[in-house]
């Protein structure tokens, strides 16, 4: 899930359309980022652990989908069979970041 970020525009964007997506693109995942909000749901059906960012030093919550990189036990074939769908795989493929100004963009396109 590392796309690149893009503001999303009525002028450039007027032709998109979002349309239900598949799991795919997170086969190889074996970690998925979830905020605090997300940890009481999360927990009933995947660990909720801290992993740290190597090059900032900040810690980050996230799910375990599998015990090693490239190992996800919680998709299969383009389905999802946890029983919580964390929050970024849900907007998928919008998001919501800061902007360079400090305040959110409502929507961006990853």
Do not use: R
């Amino acid at each position: 899930m590392t796309n690149s970020i893009t503001p999303l525009d009525s002028a450039k964007h007027a032709h998109l359309k979002v349309t239900p997506t598949t799991y795919e693109h997170v086969a190889e995942q074996h970690l998925l980022p979830i905020s605090i909000y997300e940890f009481a749901y999360a927990a009933i059906d995947s660990p909720v652990v801290f992993v740290k960012n190597s090059e900032t030093g900040e810690y980050q919550s996230v799910i375990m989908l599998g015990l090693k990189p490239g190992q996800n036990l919680k998709q299969k074939d383009g389905k999802w069979l946890g029983l919580y769908i964390p929050n970024v795989l849900k907007n998928y493929p919008l998001g919501l970041i800061l902007s360079a100004e400090g305040s959110p963009h409502k929507s961006a396109i990853a």
